[in-house]
T-cell receptor, first 116, second 118 residues
């Protein structure tokens, strides 16, 4: 049981390049999330998914796209990277929606992305 | 919208002593949940403890306990008998409902850095 995994762990891009971050979970969770963490700040939600084939915008969605073709995978894409997207990206998943008590979100190890 | 405030940028504590990490929150919801996560230097987010707004007792998990004062809207984390491995960033978070599918996001505070000295 690997939990939540993220690929890659580190990446350096040049401005304008594109890339896809992969998140995979083996806990059969319905809900998956992409957050970004910037220095001196907590995590902020980029996009989320409530189930296979669904996606929705979070707090800071501009410049990112996502897809959830399979229940266990949630992909985050940057079509044209900008230096402002330099950040640490975290994927998370959970089994139940809000109101379900102490069901926490399980986080992946993070991807450190630098855009030059 | 929910808001989490962590005003202590950093704290130092001696090994084996207890330490309290402050967290205040703002919400208009009657039902809500509060979380504490630990982020060591390796970067992963580790869930520590949860407190529901209707829980009558303060949550405890091993050396972690939550001093929940609903009227003051505070949810301070207490770590007893600090260990060197407790040195990390600590984030307080609150769940916030999202528009789609009854899902939720976590609203995080800015975090605070705890350093445990030998």
């Amino acid at each position: 049981n690997a939990g939540v995994t993220q690929t890659p762990k580190f990446r350096v891009l040049k401005t304008g390049q594109s890339m896809t971050l992969l998140c995979a979970q083996d806990m059969n969770h319905e809900y998956m999330y992409w957050y970004r963490q910037d220095p001196g700040m907590g995590l902020r939600l980029i996009h989320y998914s409530v189930g296979e084939g669904t996606t929705a915008k979070g707090e800071v969605p501009d410049g990112y796209n996502v897809s959830r073709l399979k229940k266990q995978n949630f992909l985050l894409g940057l079509e044209s990277a900008a230096p402002s997207q330099t950040s640490v990206y975290f994927c998370a998943s959970s089994f139940t929606p809000s109101g379900s008590g102490s069901d926490e979100q399980f986080f992946g190890p993070g991807t450190r992305l630098t855009v030059l | 919208a929910q808001k989490i405030t962590q005003t202590q940028p950093g704290m130092f504590v001696q090994e084996k002593e207890a330490v309290t990490l402050d967290c205040t929150y703002d919400t208009s919801d009657q039902s809500y949940g509060l979380f504490w996560y630990k982020q060591p230097s390796s970067g992963e987010m580790i869930f520590l403890i949860y407190q529901g707004s209707y829980d009558e007792q303060n949550a405890t998990e091993g050396r972690y306990s939550l001093n929940f004062q609903k009227a003051r809207k505070s949810a301070n984390l207490v770590i007893s008998a600090s260990q060197l491995g407790d040195s990390a960033m600590y984030f307080c978070a609150m769940r916030e409902l999202l528009t789609q599918g009854g899902s939720e996001k976590l609203v995080f505070g800015k975090g605070m850095k705890l350093t445990v000295n030998p």
